[in-house]
């Protein structure tokens, strides 16, 4: 086909569905980013990502998506439900209505929904953790044999054929940008000091609990441990309206000891990635760093963070953590399924609270690397919990030196091939 032919055939759909901050970006995006560096399938292709209704979704997937010029179109949730309901047409959004739709996250019966309601030739692919739909689908590629045996036994053994298993997609998605000493000289962090980021999360509920809960901690560690160096690691999904909003309902928050502060414009560093601090109440200034763990993880000595998909991420880049699941609130925490929708319901909340109570009971472990390996890899504090517990957790960890024990069980977790491109090579033979 010459130059002029491949200019004139039409493009298919490329549709990526997804729902939340853990999945856009670690298994949208790698997958995205190997389609459109692919001359052939970028050449072939519209890429578009539909953002699908989730209560695990951040409300800001959209803007972050559109952000990294990997999509040809961006529609949001709303949008799509416009879509689905038939108050939008399929046409207004550039769309062939024939192509391949791969499910990156949330509920598989989203792209079964939306090829039927688009009568669109679509074939359907997904990575899941948890099959479902399998008849619908060409192909579900799955984590490990356990996500796949555990499907098996939900009675659709006659459809095991095709689920496969390529490893962690999550995995494909780490990136360095910066080496440890690097990072470490933007933020004046001397080689003998104990780097220590607080991740709050990405998600509204999370952040306005968790922030005045580790400004808090932070006051007292810091106090003790002269060599700590303690920064806020902000998620893309959080913007500086949100941190703000926690800071000013901090007091609030009676549960738990917390600390509050103001945001305020930092310049004191020569890393462009800093441009704010919390100004505690107690007069101490802790950053914010930004640029995620792609740019500072290697600087990283130690981290203190919510559940997640960020575990995970910690864990392949050998990053120990203190892992804080706090359920001092269930009724604010998002579960699967008909429960998750009582909060609506008068009464619900106290219903709420009774369903998350019941559901945690499924999880042993709160951190992903934990579930995922049957045992403690990162240190958890998982239940009601004080601010005391945390301070005291770290304190353990510091003065016993645990962090050499957590790294060595970090190693791990490795892969010797690349889940991305694994999906890639199974769905367009390339």
Not at 33 to 55: A, G
Not at 130 to 150: A, D
Not at 323 to 332: G, Q, R, S
Request: aromatic fraction near 10%; hydrophobic fraction near 40%; glycine fraction near 6%.
């Amino acid at each position: 086909m010459n130059e002029h032919q491949k200019s004139t055939v039409e493009k298919e759909d490329l549709i990526l569905f997804s729902n939340g901050p853990g999945e856009i970006s670690t298994w949208v995006f790698p997958i995205a980013e190997r389609i459109k560096n692919h001359d052939e399938l970028r050449n072939r292709y519209n890429i578009v990502l539909i953002i699908h209704p989730c209560q695990f979704s951040s409300g800001t997937e959209h803007i972050y998506a559109s952000k990294l010029s990997l999509f040809d179109r961006v529609i949001t949730s709303s949008d799509y439900l416009k879509l689905l309901f038939g108050l939008n047409r399929i046409k207004r959004y550039g769309l062939k209505r024939r192509g391949i739709i791969i499910s990156l996250g949330g509920d598989l019966l989203h792209p079964v929904l939306f090829k039927f309601r688009s009568r669109g030739n679509y074939q359907l692919y997904a990575y899941t953790n948890n099959p479902g739909w399998i008849k619908r689908y060409e192909k579900i590629f799955v984590r490990s044999e356990y996500v796949k045996n555990k499907s098996t036994k939900k009675g659709k053994k006659d459809s095991s054929d095709k689920i496969f298993v390529t490893g962690d997609l999550v995995y494909s998605s780490i990136k360095v940008f910066a080496d440890r000493n690097r990072v470490r000289s933007e933020i004046s962090v001397l080689p003998d000091d104990l780097m220590v980021i607080f991740m709050p999360g990405s998600r509204d509920f999370e952040v306005k609990y968790m922030l005045p809960v580790y400004l808090k901690v932070i006051n007292v560690i810091t106090n003790e441990f002269k060599t700590v160096k303690p920064f806020i690691l902000r998620s893309p999904y959080v913007d500086n309206r949100l941190i703000e909003s926690s800071l000013k309902s901090a007091p609030n928050i009676k549960e738990v000891k917390v600390e509050t502060g103001k945001l305020v414009e930092f310049k004191e560093f020569s890393s462009t990635n800093v441009n704010f601090a919390i100004k505690t109440s107690s007069k101490r200034m802790i950053p914010i760093l930004e640029g995620g763990l792609e740019y500072w993880g290697r600087g990283v000595d130690l981290a203190v963070t919510v559940p997640g998909t960020n575990t995970v991420q910690l864990a392949y880049r050998g990053i120990p953590a203190l892992v804080v699941a706090a359920l001092n609130k269930p009724e604010i925490i998002p579960i699967e399924g008909f429960a998750g929708l009582l909060k609506w319901l008068p009464g619900g909340k106290m219903l709420l609270k009774k369903a998350v109570k019941k559901y945690i009971k499924n999880f042993p472990f709160a951190s992903l690397p934990n579930i995922y390996m049957g045992k403690e890899i990162l240190p958890e504090l998982f239940g009601v919990i004080k601010t005391e517990d945390i301070v005291e957790r770290l304190q353990k960890i510091l003065k016993e030196n645990e962090l050499v024990d957590i790294k060595n069980k970090l190693m791990l977790f490795n892969f010797n091939n690349d889940p991305a491109d694994t999906i890639i090579s199974e769905i367009f033979k390339v």
